[in-house]
C-alpha cells in the first residue's frame, strides 16, 4: 500500500514533531525534507555552489548532525529560492513519497508541489512568537549561544524569504486540513493530526 501524508508549514510550528508522530503511529517512513535544504546551504557555507551542491546530494549528506544550526536554516532558506536547486531536489523527494508502506514528508511545498496528490494534507501554523519561543528553548538545550530576540528575528526573516519566493511559496494547499498549534500541548496537536490523516483513510 502507499499512503503518502504531507506536513507543511512555516519553521518551528511544531511538523517535525507531528510528522514523526504520525508516521510512528500509523507506521510510516518519514522525510524531513528541511534537511536537504539545510545539507546544501551547509555545504555553501563551505564555499560549494548551491545547484552544483544540490544535484550531487547523497542520503549520508543529510545525517550530518551539525545540520541543525541557525547558521545553517538561514543559509538553507537562501538556497531555497534558487529555482534550480529545488527542482534539483524534487526526484528524491517524489521517490521517497512513493514507497510501499506509506510516507509523510515535511516541509514547505509538499502538499503544493511535490506532492499535489497527497493522500492526507496538513499545514501547521502557529503565532511567529510561540514558534520563536520554542525554537529558542530547543536551541538553549542544545548549547547554543542565542537571545529571544535573535531566534524571533531569524524565524521572521526565513517565514518571509519563504513565503515571498517566486518558487514553490509556503502557502497552504487549497485541500490542507490547517492545525493551529499556538494553543495546543504537544499531545493535542498529535491528537489532531493524526484524527485528520486517519479521516483520509480508505475504509
Ligand atoms: O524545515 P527547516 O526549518 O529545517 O527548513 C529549513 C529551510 O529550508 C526553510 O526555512 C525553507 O527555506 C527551506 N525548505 C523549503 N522547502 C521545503 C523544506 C524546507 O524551502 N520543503
Redesign the pocket.
Known amino acids: 500500500m502507499s499512503f503518502v501524508v504531507a506536513i507543511?508549514g512555516p519553521?518551528?510550528a511544531g511538523?517535525?514533531t507531528i510528522s514523526k508522530a504520525v508516521a510512528r503511529h500509523f507506521g510510516f517512513a518519514h522525510l524531513?525534507?528541511?534537511?536537504?535544504?539545510?545539507a546544501v546551504?551547509a555545504k555553501t557555507l563551505l564555499g560549494r555552489d548551491a545547484v552544483e551542491a544540490a544535484q550531487a546530494l547523497t542520503p549520508e549528506d543529510l545525517e550530518d548532525n551539525d545540520l541543525r544550526t541557525p547558521e545553517v536554516?538561514q543559509a538553507?532558506?537562501q538556497v531555497?529560492v534558487i529555482a534550480d536547486v529545488?527542482s534539483a531536489l524534487v526526484a528524491f523527494q517524489r521517490h521517497f513519497a512513493g514507497r510501499d508502506g506509506g510516507a509523510v514528508l515535511?516541509?514547505?511545498?509538499?502538499g503544493t508541489v511535490?506532492c499535489p496528490d497527497a493522500d492526507a494534507k496538513l499545514f501547521v501554523t502557529a503565532s511567529a512568537e510561540r514558534r520563536a519561543e520554542r525554537r529558542y528553548l530547543e536551541l538553549i538545550e542544545k548549547g547554543h549561544d542565542v537571545t529571544r530576540g535573535q531566534v524571533l528575528e531569524d524565524v521572521v526573516a526565513?517565514d518571509t524569504?519563504?513565503r515571498e519566493r517566486a518558487t514553490?511559496p509556503?502557502i497552504a494547499a487549497s485541500d490542507a486540513t490547517e492545525i493551529d498549534t499556538s494553543d495546543l500541548s504537544i499531545e493535542q496537536a498529535v491528537a489532531a493530526a493524526v484524527a485528520a490523516v486517519s479521516a483520509k483513510m480508505p475504509g
Open positions: 507543511d519553521a518551528a511538523k517535525g524531513d525534507t528541511g534537511l536537504l535544504y539545510r546551504g536554516a538553507a532558506s531555497a529545488r515535511d516541509g514547505r511545498d509538499i511535490i526565513r524569504r519563504d514553490a509556503l
